[in-house]
């Protein structure tokens, strides 16, 4: 069963490659979806994949990649849009 979940993630997540791991990361799970930066400095992500692959995923953004720094990872449901592979968006 797909679920799709939207995160926000704040800290020190812009300017240090985090979006390009998020892709990696993600892909490597088999997670759908994008990411993108927010102008308040945050970093949004949307991901569809079974409970498991999303669990995964959300503690791997939680960990962080090198050089970054998570503070907070606000985790919601959200509605099930189609998704083909883990893309960067533009910036909002």
């Known amino acids: 069963m797909q679920l799709a979940r939207s995160i926000i993630v704040t800290g020190h997540v812009q300017g240090v490659f985090f979006r390009e791991w998020t892709i990696r990361i993600a892909s490597g799970l088999g997670v759908k979806g994008w ?3 927010r102008k308040d400095g945050s970093v949004e992500v949307y991901a569809v994949g ?3 692959q999303l669990e995964r995923f959300a503690a791997e953004l939680r960990s ?3 050089g970054s720094r998570v503070d907070a990872l606000l985790v919601q449901e959200a509605p099930l849009e189609p998704a083909a592979g ?7």
């Not at 883990?86 to 909002?92: E, I, T």
């Open 35 to 37: 990411v993108r930066n």
């Open 50 to 52: 079974s409970a498991d």
């Open 64 to 66: 962080g990649f090198r």
């Open 86 to 92: 883990f893309l960067r968006r533009s910036s909002v």
